[in-house]
């Protein structure tokens, strides 16, 4: 796992400084399926790259779970919205099954970009990337059926259908457990 960001070098846009940086910084840690990465009304202080296994944002709301995003191998996961805030956040972090993953603090991702113009440039491209999909998952939720919601997943991550429950899939496509129940079984 140390040579995660060499190996990974499409994550980290084929730069070899930038990954030896990040490397120099993550800790390794693991999380037992359940597990809570991060809980909510705590201010999120890091970000997780995902070495293995899955994991999935979610909160409560009129006492049910709603997903809101899930990551596996590759991915990062974090509350966004405390993490770039610094607030205390909404969301809950949570390993879907027992997840190995690189955590990296925002204090130390701050400094390496008051260092460097270059590692700056990557946390914007990176925050970039991070807008485009959640732009992408609006859109997604308001523009389209459930049935293309959950076409669209499986055509993506079709993996995730075998590791994921399907009620967090449900809540994650923006549907009841029976319609995502009904268009599995056709």
Do not use: W
């Amino acid at each position: 796992m140390e040579n995660f960001f060499i190996d990974n070098a499409e994550l980290l846009l084929q730069n070899k400084e930038i990954a030896e940086a990040l490397e120099k910084i993550a800790t390794i840690k693991h999380f037992k399926k359940g597990e809570k990465m991060h809980t909510a009304n705590n201010i999120c202080k890091h970000f997780f790259l995902i070495t293995s296994g899955v994991a999935r944002v979610f909160y409560f709301r009129d006492g049910k779970d709603v997903t809101v995003h899930i990551a596996q191998e590759q991915e990062s996961i974090t509350a966004i919205d405390s993490f770039v805030q610094r607030k205390k956040s909404k969301y809950n972090v949570e390993a879907i099954e027992d997840v190995d993953c690189l955590v990296i603090s925002r204090d130390d991702i701050e400094e390496l970009s008051a260092k460097s113009h270059q590692f700056e440039h990557f946390g914007r491209l990176f925050l970039e990337k991070l807008y485009i999909n959640l732009a992408e998952r609006l859109d997604s939720l308001l523009l389209h059926t459930s049935i293309e919601r959950y076409e669209d997943l499986f055509s993506k991550k079709p993996d995730l259908f075998n590791r994921v429950p399907s009620k967090h899939l449900a809540s994650f496509l923006g549907m009841t457990p029976e319609t995502f129940s009904r268009i599995r079984g056709k």
